[in-house]
């Protein structure tokens, strides 16, 4: 059986910790592209190196050049600048379009049926970004944050009841910014919802921790932001499209009427397989719910109307 080929485009923190993971994991042949010269192709050997120790086998090359991405199954596209601290995702907005925009003409050029999955901040105008860019259907285009995000939730969730990681699911819904929706409501440890576990105050601050946590990790490293839990959430939605695993995740999605939004790329569950996206999982949200849901949508709106994708 011939391998798969996964692209990553920006091989600085967050595209490299996804090729290590990617390659930790045997799931694909890796490609990592960058516009720095010798960056890529110094990271892939160093990361090629480790495939004895373990005990891996994968081809991982360093590239320049669009030409070797040709017919990639899947592309992750991290390209792009940073925030660093007294920044917000949104600061990013119009440099990184202009480079998400380049980026997405060669990558579909060099393959035309890819799934594109989207990293680069402000994540869901970046996804909007490049769905219209590449003229994909849906399916084929999304963005990674609710899987971040929901990880970050998660983490708070076991330390607070001293459980293993493993036992606590939960949904991060919305956009990637301060105005994402942890849904607590469909958050469980081992089954069981935490809102009967976790009293409402305490709950709020863990929903407030989440909601500010890429800047608590912005503000303590001060050169840049998050990438092993960032790469990781990347990597999982690739697993689920190359193993065909029809697993549902919180990923930023291009609505079309699902919970009331249209032509918008916004976190909801997603059912992740072959195709890319396969299906929006449409849950009951309540008034209050359904209003930070949509509150966060219009703040996505808004930044998809200043570069003109809305
Ligand atoms: N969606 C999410 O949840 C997350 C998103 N991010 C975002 O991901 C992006 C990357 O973050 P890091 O890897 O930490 O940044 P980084 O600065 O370490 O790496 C970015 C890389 O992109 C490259 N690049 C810039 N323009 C390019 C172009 N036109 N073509 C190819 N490569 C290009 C740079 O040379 C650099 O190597 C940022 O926009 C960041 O905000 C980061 C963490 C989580
Ligand atoms: O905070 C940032 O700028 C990077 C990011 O999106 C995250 O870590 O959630």
Not at 32 to 57: N, S, T, W, Y
Not at 176 to 196: F, N
Request: hydrophobic residues 45%; contains cysteine; charged residues 20%.
């Amino acid at each position: 059986m011939m391998r798969k080929k996964v692209t990553i485009v920006g091989s600085g923190n967050v595209g490299a910790t996804a090729a290590h993971w990617i390659a930790a994991k045997e799931l694909a042949d890796v490609v990592l592209l960058d516009v720095v010269e010798g960056v890529p192709q110094g990271k892939a050997l160093d990361l090629l190196q480790a495939m004895p120790i373990e005990k891996r086998d994968c081809s991982i090359i360093g590239t320049n050049d669009y030409a070797d991405t040709a017919n990639s199954d899947v592309v992750v596209i991290t390209a792009g600048i940073a925030r660093k601290p007294g920044m917000s995702r949104d600061d990013l907005l119009t440099t990184n379009h202009g480079i998400m925009s380049k980026v997405v003409g060669e990558v579909v050029k060099a393959s035309p049926n890819t799934i594109i999955i989207v990293v680069s901040n402000p994540l869901d105008a970046m996804a909007q970004t490049a769905f219209k860019q590449a003229g994909f259907p849906r399916e084929r285009v999304i963005g990674m944050a609710g899987v971040l995000d929901s990880a970050r939730f998660r983490t708070f969730i076991a330390e607070e009841l001293k459980v293993s990681v493993e036992n606590v699911t939960a949904f991060v819904l919305g956009g990637h910014g301060d105005t994402m929706v942890p849904l607590s409501r469909y958050s469980t440890m081992a089954g069981i919802p935490i809102t009967e576990l976790i009293a409402p105050d305490r709950l709020k601050e863990l929903e407030t921790r989440t909601a500010n946590g890429g800047a608590e990790i912005v503000k303590h490293l001060k050169t840049g932001s998050a990438y092993y839990a960032p790469s990781a959430a990347a990597v999982e939605m690739v697993e689920a499209i190359l193993k065909d695993k029809k697993k549902i995740l919180p990923c930023a999605a291009y609505l079309q009427g699902e919970y009331g939004i249209t032509g918008l790329y916004v976190g909801v569950p997603c059912k992740l397989g072959a195709k890319g996206l396969e299906q929006i999982i449409e849950i009951k949200l309540t008034p209050e719910e359904q209003a930070a849901l949509q509150k966060s949508a219009d703040s996505v709106k808004e930044l998809c109307t200043v570069i003109g994708v809305a």
